[in-house]
């Protein structure tokens, strides 16, 4: 089983950029599909980014396209999400998570089986 710790939230400005990580343990990273997620205060989790086992594929949200980017480094077992350009409406609890179970995207958090405790990003404008 992949445990999952984020690091790297905090408070930073509208326009400015904050960079997360998620440190995975266990023998299989290389070979699971990870993702961020988001959940704002009194909304729903929703998804944000994804990318395949070897980092050969990413999918975006449509609201973080082209500010946001996710990549992975399988021989440190961390999968990163570096935000650009951040909005207020991006403030939100952002979690990692990992398909143990398949070394390919998905965009719904059904298919994501072992999860992070997350880590807050506040955007003051």
């Known amino acids: 089983q992949v445990q999952l710790v984020e690091s790297g939230g905090g408070l930073v400005q509208a326009g400015g950029s904050l960079s997360v990580s998620c440190a995975a343990s266990g023998r299989t990273f290389s070979s699971e599909a990870m993702g961020w997620f988001r959940q704002a205060p009194g909304k729903e989790r929703e998804f944000v980014a994804a990318i395949n086992w070897s980092g050969s594929n990413t999918r975006y949200a449509d609201s973080v396209k082209g500010r946001f980017t996710i990549s992975r480094d399988n021989a440190k077992n961390v999968v990163y999400l570096q935000m650009n350009s951040l909005k207020p409406e991006d403030t939100a609890v952002y979690y990692c998570?990992?398909?143990?179970?398949?070394?390919?995207?998905?965009?719904?958090?059904?298919?994501?089986?072992?999860w992070g405790q997350g880590t807050q990003v506040t955007v003051s404008s």
């Open positions: 998570a990992a398909r143990t179970t398949s070394r390919y995207i998905a965009v719904l958090s059904a298919y994501f089986d072992s």
